[in-house]
């Protein structure tokens, strides 16, 4: 098998012929690609927590390292000047060491605003990429953040990498043993915000170091599609009906996102997240090249009608549910998204290298994916069944209402809703189901 640093060293080689690609279709010496910097908070002393540029976090992981910079011509090696202050009030960077060393020629910076000697004598012909276009202007880079450079990078980004690939799946196998003992605890009858500190301990991580801030919503909560208020109310045993938890994890800078429904009792609910269990999977085996993700979000409006029309919650045919729009009050988000350096990947709507793109159907504002799919992509499929108040009663003012079976809608408000979230890599032959593939239980 190969190593971690092997798979690296590779990844490097692939992300220079991008880059000597791109810089000579642009006309351009080089990329000089910025971590970033902490931001202030308003009159303090305080900073946001720190997120790293996913441009450069793509070159190696460094996910915690402000003012770091790298430049890259395709050619030579990549040059990283890495920030490493002296400074007794915080901790500072360590000295840099790991499997992706010998990729990089490293000089040491010791303060941030010394960094113009170390970057080319003649920046004309480079691009800056970063969030401060501010800082790159004062330091007569040429070019600030193209918009022909972002969209080739953002539409390759989208093509994992054997070390990509190997990093996300990593995330996942630490997001699945957090989300195990996610579950025990809530069958024990932990608060939401007791589940998250077991999650993130058994991470060993802060919830300013996950990919995103973890949902954990029990009974009604999980209507709200992004609930993150994690109440430390311990509710009574009776009181318990179900719990959304969409959490995940980040390894060397890539993320998992992963969802499941409980249900604490069986019963009608619990055999509808059966039934929506069944549908995702038929959605994670759609997953194939040559298919418009757009056709696939379509396709799980159309299965999940038939749950709708099997469990009784409409009259009309499932053909019906799906023409009248009647599934997007239960089901309002995209199917899924690309998955990788961020939670919700660029270029999901992208393509081709130029920047081309193709909006989202206008019934489906929220679908974060347009593309076709292609082999070493890794998107997420996370359809849902909601019973979300607020679209409720607009389904309730409508011509449909007629169509819906009231009294069973009503016995399931309290349960809020059903998600159920996995991360695939598409393959020549079938998807790979990153997050099925750990010891999930």
Request: glycine fraction near 6%; hydrophobic fraction near 40%.
């Amino acid at each position: 098998m190969a190593t971690i640093q092997g798979l690296f060293t590779q990844h490097i080689e692939q992300l220079q012929q991008r880059v000597a690609k791109l810089l000579a279709r642009e006309g351009l010496d080089a990329l000089i690609i910025h971590s970033g910097y902490p931001l202030r908070t308003f009159l303090d002393d305080q900073h946001y927590p720190f997120k790293t540029n996913p441009h450069f976090k793509h070159w190696l992981p460094l996910t915690e390292h402000p003012h770091c910079w790298l430049v890259v011509n395709g050619l030579d090696k990549p040059k990283l000047i890495y920030y490493q202050p002296s400074d007794y009030w915080h901790k500072t960077a360590d000295e840099p060491a790991g499997f992706w060393l010998e990729s990089f020629d490293i000089e040491i910076m010791k303060n941030p605003q010394d960094i113009e000697p170390f970057l080319p004598a003649q920046r004309q012909r480079c691009a800056y990429i970063g969030e401060h276009p501010e800082l790159a202007e004062a330091l007569a880079i040429g070019e600030r953040n193209p918009e022909s450079v972002l969209n080739f990078l953002h539409y390759h980004r989208a093509y994992k990498t054997a070390y990509e690939i190997d990093s996300i799946d990593e995330a996942n196998h630490r997001a699945v043993k957090a989300h195990l003992v996610a579950k025990e605890l809530f069958f024990a009858g932990a608060s939401e915000f007791d589940i998250n500190l077991a999650y993130l301990s058994c991470l060993g991580k802060s919830e300013y170091s996950l990919p995103y801030a973890n949902i954990i919503a029990m009974n009604e909560n999980a209507a709200i599609l992004h609930y993150t208020a994690l109440s430390a109310k311990k509710l009574a045993e009776k009181q318990h009906y179900s719990m959304l938890i969409d959490a995940g994890a980040e390894c060397r800078g890539y993320a998992a996102d992963i969802t499941r429904t409980y249900p604490y009792r069986k019963g009608l609910f619990a055999e509808l997240i059966a039934e929506m269990d069944k549908l995702q999977l038929v959605m994670v085996a759609e997953l194939k090249p040559g298919l418009r993700y757009t056709d696939l979000h379509l396709k799980a409006h159309r299965q999940l009608a038939k749950v709708l029309v099997d469990f009784e919650f409409v009259t009309c045919s499932a053909s019906a549910a799906v023409e009248t729009g009647i599934t997007r009050y239960f089901f309002p988000h995209g199917l899924g998204h690309h998955l990788g350096l961020q939670v919700h990947d660029m270029g999901g709507f992208m393509q081709d290298e130029n920047g081309e793109v193709q909006a989202a159907p206008e019934q489906d504002p929220f679908l974060r994916c347009t593309r076709i799919l292609e082999p070493s992509q890794v998107l997420t499929i996370e359809p849902g069944l909601y019973f979300i108040a607020s679209l409720l009663s607009e389904l309730a003012e409508s011509e449909h209402s007629r169509l819906i079976n009231w009294p069973r809608i009503d016995e399931m408000r309290r349960f809020g809703g059903i998600r159920i979230e996995d991360n695939v890599l598409v393959t020549e032959q079938a998807p790979v189901n990153l997050t099925r593939e750990q010891n999930w239980k």
